[in-house]
């Protein structure tokens, strides 16, 4: 079992930037792949990006290409998320997940955190 919290999140001006953690609890956090979701009002959860278990494969939704970066520790139970040129249309509740194998899909994540706001003005 893993246990999930996020922490960064906040309001920057479009263009800045803000870097997400997720910190894990339970010994399995290594042997897990993790991923990025957002959602914003009124819209449905989607995958932002994903990380396999050592860190070597990462993916990425076409819209942040370029601009955010996912990494992780897996001595400190930790996954990142690093997010440059915000655009207001990255305003969202992200989250964080764990699954069993890398993927972008969102039925395949076992475990949840309970989210952080991030909000971009323009």
């Known amino acids: 079992q893993v246990q999930l919290v996020e922490s960064g999140g906040g309001l920057v001006q479009a263009g800045g930037s803000l870097r997400l953690s997720c910190a894990a609890s339970?010994?399995?956090?290594?042997?897990?792949?993790m991923g990025w979701f957002r959602q914003a009002p009124g819209k449905e959860r989607q995958f932002v990006a994903a990380i396999n278990r050592i860190g070597g494969v990462t993916y990425y939704t076409n819209s942040v290409k370029g601009r955010f970066a996912v990494s992780r520790d897996n001595a400190q139970n930790t996954v990142y998320l690093l997010m440059n040129s915000l655009k207001p249309e990255d305003t969202a509740v992200y989250y964080c997940a764990a699954s069993r194998g890398v993927s972008g899909k969102l039925a395949e994540y076992d475990y949840w955190g309970q989210g952080t706001q991030v909000t971009v003005s323009s």
């Open positions: 339970g010994r399995t956090f290594s042997n897990a792949a």
